[in-house]
Structure formats: C-alpha cells, structure tokens
C-alpha cells in the first residue's frame, strides 16, 4: 500500500504542545519534498508546513511561522510537525502527504495523503 499515517493529536489547552508524527507505509519519503495541512470543520485543507526531500529547506505559513517546526528523519520514514504555543485557531484534522510538483503552499500539489490525526485547543 500507498499511504502516510499520522499520529500525535490530541486535546491540549491553549499555550500548550503537541508532536505530530507522519510515517509512511509501502514507500518511501525520501525522494520528495513532504508537507502537512489541516482542515477544520466546515472549512477548506489549509497548508501549514512544508519540507524539501533533505531537509534543507522549511516553509511556514503565516499562521504557524514561529510556533511550529516541521522535521524529518529519512533513516525512519518519518516526517515530524512540533507545534507549540497552540491556539484555539489551530483546532483542526492535520494531513500530511507527498509533494508531487507545483507550490507547496496548494493541496493540489501534493498525493498520498493520510487519514488525519484530530488536535483540538481548548481556550
């Protein structure tokens, strides 16, 4: 199979942390950039982070620029999303997929996705 399996949500107050990991399964990550977005209920996918194949390079959104921290560890698979100083605004289902050409700021830009993990801030 094809597919990426986030894990790390949770329910968390405002002003506090989360780790998001994403791993690939029946692939693998290293020959493409990676990115993550989240999508809250009855809104669009929004992007959050994206990462170059060897994480050379980092990409925020205004958003999450200062807060967040996107990494990689090629050797497990595995793309990271350290989220701090979290905010009821962040509440959403967070995805994160393979780049496949394009900007990475657009969803369309990207396949492979997961199945989402939930992160919900309480004020």
């Known amino acids: 199979q094809v597919q990426s399996a986030e894990s790390g949500g949770g329910l968390v107050p405002a002003g506090g942390s989360l780790r998001l990991s994403c791993a690939a399964s029946g692939r693998t990550i290293g020959t493409g950039a990676m990115g993550w977005f989240r999508q809250a209920a009855g809104k669009e996918r929004e992007y959050v982070a994206a990462?170059?194949?060897?994480?050379?390079?980092?990409y925020y959104s205004v958003a999450v620029e200062g807060r967040f921290t996107i990494a990689r560890d090629n050797t497990k698979n595995t793309v990271y999303l350290q989220m701090n100083s979290l905010k009821s605004e962040d509440t959403g289902v967070y995805y994160c997929a393979k780049h496949r050409g394009g900007a990475y700021e657009r969803w369309d830009s990207y396949d492979y996705w997961g199945q989402g993990t939930q992160v919900t801030v309480s004020s």
């Open positions: 990462i170059n194949w060897n994480g050379e390079r980092t």
